[in-house]
T-cell receptor
Framework: AQSVAQPEDQVNVAEGNPLTVKCTYS??????LFWYVQYPNRGLQFLLK??????LVKGSYGFEAEFNKSQTSFHLKKPSALVSDSALYFC??????????????FGKGTKLSVIP | DGGITQSPKYLFRKEGQNVTLSCEQN?????MYWYRQDPGQGLRLIYY???????QKGDIAEGYSVSREKKESFPLTVTSAQKNPTAFYLC??????????????FGQGTRLTVV
């Protein structure tokens, strides 16, 4: 069965500094990886995805993520954090679950706080 | 605007009552999903549907029921058998469950509280 781990419940970073939110995964077969962001009492918004190709994926709002197959990681990064980036971030992996269906499995989320 | 609409935003339920959460999408997506979100536990899959008149149990289906009579609609009923229903419920859709390269789109959620 596939799984996703986000080892940090919370990440604090000063505004203007680079940020990293960590994600590792376990899946049999090829991984299809996603990052979502959630603001308080709202749904999830898609940020970026890795399906195949370049290991560095660029997404919305200046975010990017680096896929590392040997370390089974897909860390989310941004060169310069904004206060408005403060939110809950979810990593997810899509893997085959049988009957022709691929399901998303989510990590537990990492709360990012950007300090002014 | 295309998207997913969940209603109501807030819902209060008395002990022993069934309640139904609405989810409508106009994205022409085949697949729809219901997730439950609890603090510190991420999202857990309740039910999903790949096509009209078909749905499958997810990881935590006990105490919940769904229907998929129309492509656009996937309502979730939280029954009295669900012992701890207080949570944030998220509906999502995607083009098709068999298509790996597409992301899921989420509604704004319904916060259910048992009173």
């Amino acid at each position: 069965a596939q799984s996703v781990a986000q080892p940090e419940d919370q990440v604090n970073v000063a505004e203007g500094n680079p940020l990293t939110v960590k994600c590792t995964y376990s899946v049999s077969g090829n991984p299809y990886l996603f990052w979502y962001v959630q603001y308080p009492n709202r749904g999830l918004q898609f940020l970026l995805k890795y399906i195949t190709g370049d290991n560095l994926v660029k997404g919305s709002y200046g975010f990017e993520a680096e896929f590392n197959k040997s370390q089974t990681s897909f860390h989310l990064k941004k060169p310069s954090a904004l206060v408005s980036d403060s939110a809950l971030y979810f990593c997810a992996v899509r893997a085959y679950s049988g009957a022709g269906s691929y399901q998303l499995t989510f990590g537990k989320g990492t709360k990012l706080s950007v300090i002014p | 605007d295309g998207g997913i609409t969940q209603s109501p935003k807030y819902l209060f339920r008395k002990e022993g009552q069934n309640v139904t959460l609405s989810c409508e999408q106009n994205l022409n997506h085949d697949a729809m999903y219901w997730y439950r979100q609890d603090p510190g536990q991420g999202l857990r899959l309740i039910y999903y549907s790949q096509i009209v008149n078909d749905f499958q149990k997810g990881d935590i289906a006990e105490g919940y029921s769904v229907s998929r009579e129309k492509k656009e609609s996937f309502p979730l009923t939280v029954t009295s058998a669900q012992k701890n229903p207080t949570a944030f419920y998220l509906c999502a859709s995607s083009v098709h469950t068999g298509q790996v390269n597409t992301e899921a789109f989420f509604g704004q959620g319904t916060r259910l509280t048992v009173v």
